[in-house]
């Protein structure tokens, strides 16, 4: 189907690039005879055909007997729309002997809210053939809102033409809104301002549909500018501006300004309804102040799913997981409220954030049964939630029975692979994502930068660091962070302070800060660590839970136990940080590395957190190290109660009898090991060389070069000796040590 538009009419400049030319427009702005493309417009939408011409007549019963059936049908239709029962109000439908545009309107809004854009835009084509029933201006804002949910930019141009000629998108304030909203949608936002500013009349719809796009385009201080313009200009908000201004302040860690509006929201009476009560439990919560949004929360009357969401959200945000597991479960004890994919989504993510397979793994379940499984949301939490769990195959079978990938569905596997350490596979990953038109993006970098840096490989990770700075993302902060931990990781302490460096004075945040800062802690640097912390205070930065995991780390590796514990006693009391388990395990183990194993025990079994198997292996060791036999076995038995066949254990266990004197206890460790059939792993290494990784243990032998290897090893051993005094032979050590290497790479 082409149609032909009246020369007579202008046509809106919008539309004359949208969709690649759907509609065609002529130099002097006029159509004349342009039509749109050869390929019809039914080709974007199948069974779609619009007969885009003005009725000039309404045809209407002539028996007042078929239009008290039709009222009667009509009120039967919007109740079974109304309870979302589609499928019966579309039998229904198909029954009547006479339907009139409310019959059709009622039956296009019931897809429309379902988000059927499609089956919205079959029924709308129906009527205008099969019908002659006048289109008014609320049903053609209804399928302007379908062409937005569904991106269809094709049939979009062709309705705004039409409403153009039918004189609507002028004159009805209705139709306006509808079109700015669509392109907003769609991404065309320069469209949707101009179509605003031309608006002769606006109303509160025209102003929030023009806002959200700005919004939804991450030009979140224009809204707000928008906005303060809408409220100068007289026209009173609703609920829904409010939230989606509330939303702007969220998205650009603005909470004064969300403040304000709080206190507009309130002084208006929109603060207890569900849209602002919702944005604003969300605000608070991504603006770092959970305690304001949760005191919102309790004092909604029936919070809704998007309020359970919001506050299960903001929980991640700030890395308290348990609290959103908990909220979850809340949840889904509450009444008359249902988890949501996003719901979903975020419960898994707390899942895979906690390695806590088993519940994750009951959670897939219950999406499946809900019909949820195949959303893009909860597949890419699933797939998270099995690559952190180790469950690569798993995530795989997900991976690949995605109907379509976005970039975070990539970023998750890639990241999966990663995070297991295995490196090669994550680049085959990467290079699958460019190939399949998907650009790498903050995450992807990233979790690879973070891969790289686990396994040393510092010369991939400096390839990272050249594609992050050809693509424009080496100025983000988690790709400089990324950076930061890889180059601290692999050895290169200055190559991480070089990134730090170079970070432009105004864009420091405490994330880079926080990751050179853990960078020093790692290499020991101690008095550099707490130096940094000293002066990120002074910049007027706070610190998080992350970085005082390094501050701690540094005064463990430092020994500095007075400074330790005023840090730790500051988090709560200075800073209102909670300390969590990782805080509480530095802190025990400040108290081994000073010798002060029992009061280390006494702090490990009165902390608020279940301490784990870090904690009590460090007990275990100093217990070792400083003569704590029973302390020790103390500790042992708490390990073993969850890794009952764990080898460390059991060997430190006896040595530390074997230390203590007691021969008989340690003769008794080694029985128990040998009647559980415990054996300790090798140890595994590995070496990068020509881009290839190869992996090797102790007293290896599986190589087929093996007798060449141990050779060259000999040879090695016996130069190093020679060559502490003779730099000939030091030089000579080093290049014996890259053949040995060359003679280890795998075939």
Request: aromatic residues 6%.
């Amino acid at each position: 189907m082409s149609f032909v538009a009246s020369p007579s009419r202008r046509c809106p400049r919008h539309l004359a690039v949208v969709n690649g030319g759907c509609v065609s427009v002529q130099k002097g702005g006029y159509l004349g005879s342009a039509v749109t493309e050869s390929t019809p417009l039914s080709s974007c939408v199948p069974a779609l055909q619009l007969h885009l011409h003005v009725p000039t007549a309404i045809r209407v019963s002539s028996s007042s007997r078929s239009s008290s059936l039709t009222f009667e049908w009509n009120t039967q239709l919007k109740h079974l729309v109304k309870c979302c029962r589609l499928v019966e109000a579309r039998s229904l439908f198909n029954k009547m002997t006479h339907r009139d545009v409310v019959s059709w309107t009622t039956l296009v809004s019931g897809y429309v809210v379902s988000c059927d854009a499609m089956e919205a835009l079959r029924l709308f084509s129906r009527m205008r053939v099969d019908h002659f029933v006048a289109v008014d201006s609320f049903l053609l804002s209804l399928v302007l809102k379908a062409c937005g949910l569904g991106r269809l930019r094709a049939n979009g141009a062709a309705l705004h033409a039409f409403s153009e000629k039918a004189g609507m998108a002028v004159a009805s304030v209705f139709v306006g809104s509808a079109l700015v909203d669509m392109y907003g949608k769609m991404g065309l936002l320069s469209f949707a301002l101009q179509l605003f500013d031309e608006m002769p009349l606006r109303n509160v719809v025209s102003w929030t549909s023009m806002i959200t796009a700005l919004v939804h385009a991450g030009r979140c201080e224009e809204a707000l500018r928008r906005f303060a313009e809408m409220w100068v200009s007289g026209i009173a908000c609703d609920s829904h501006t409010l939230a989606i201004v509330l939303k702007a302040c969220a998205d650009d860690g603005l909470l004064s300004r969300g403040r304000e509006i709080h206190a507009q929201a309130t002084k208006t009476g929109f603060e207890t309804t569900s849209f602002v009560a919702n944005a604003l439990a969300s605000m608070y919560g991504k603006c770092g102040r959970m305690d304001s949004g949760l005191v919102l929360f309790g004092k909604m009357r029936s919070p809704d799913v998007v309020s359970w969401t919001a506050v299960i959200a903001a929980y991640l945000k700030e890395g308290r997981r348990e609290d959103a597991l908990r909220t979850f479960v809340a949840m889904t004890k509450a009444e008359g409220v249902l988890p949501n994919e996003y719901t979903y989504a975020a419960a898994l993510s707390a899942c895979a954030g906690l390695a806590e397979f088993g519940l994750g793994e009951q959670l897939h379940a219950r999406t499946v049964r809900a019909g949820l499984a195949r959303s893009a949301s909860v597949s890419n939490a699933v797939i998270t939630l099995y690559s952190s769990t180790g469950r690569l195959a798993e995530a795989a079978a997900v991976f690949q029975d995605m109907g379509s990938r976005d970039v975070v569905s990539w970023s998750a596997i890639v990241s999966g692979h990663a995070q297991e350490g295995d490196i090669e596979a994550a680049f085959r990953l990467l290079a699958a994502m460019r190939h399949s038109g998907t650009a790498p993006n903050e995450v992807t970098l990233g979790s690879l930068l973070s891969g790289c840096g686990s396994t040393a490989m510092l010369a991939q990770g400096r390839q990272l660091h050249a594609h992050a700075i050809s693509v424009g993302l080496h100025a983000d902060a988690m790709v400089r962070s990324a950076l930061i931990a890889m180059y601290s990781r692999c050895g290169s302490i200055t190559d991480a302070r070089g990134v730090f460096a170079g970070i432009p004075a105004g864009d420091v945040d405490v994330v880079s800060w926080t990751s050179m800062l853990s960078g020093y802690a790692e290499h020991g640097c101690g008095r550099e660590t707490i130096e940094l912390f000293e002066s990120m205070r002074l910049a007027g930065l706070r610190p998080d839970g992350v970085t005082f995991v390094g501050v701690l780390s540094a005064c463990c590796h430092e020994g500095l136990l007075d400074l330790g514990f005023k840090y730790f006693r500051s988090m709560r009391e200075v800073h209102g940080i909670e300390p969590r388990r990782e805080h509480y395990g530095c802190m025990v183990d400040l108290l081994c590395r000073a010798g002060l194993v029992e009061a280390a025990e006494r702090l490990a079994e009165t902390m608020p957190h279940e301490p784990d198997d870090v904690v009590w292996s460090m007990l275990l060791r100093a217990s070792r190290v400083h003569g704590h036999a029973d302390c020790g076995q103390r500790a042992a038995e708490r390990i073993l109660v969850s890794q009952p066949n764990c080898a460390g254990t059991h060997i430190t266990l006896c040595n530390m009898y074997a230390a203590a004197g007691r021969w008989g206890d340690a003769a008794d460790a080694r029985k128990l090991m040998r009647s559980k059939g415990v054996k300790k792993e090798p140890g595994w290494s590995w070496i990068t060389l020509d881009d290839g990784v190869s992996v090797f243990a102790a007293g290896d032998r599986m190589h087929h070069e093996t007798e060449r290897i141990y050779a060259v090893l000999e040879l090695l051993a016996v130069t190093t000796k020679q060559a502490d005094d003779d730099p000939e032979l030091s030089l000579m050590a080093d290049e014996f040590a890259v053949s040995g290497g060359a003679l280890m790479k795998a075939v």
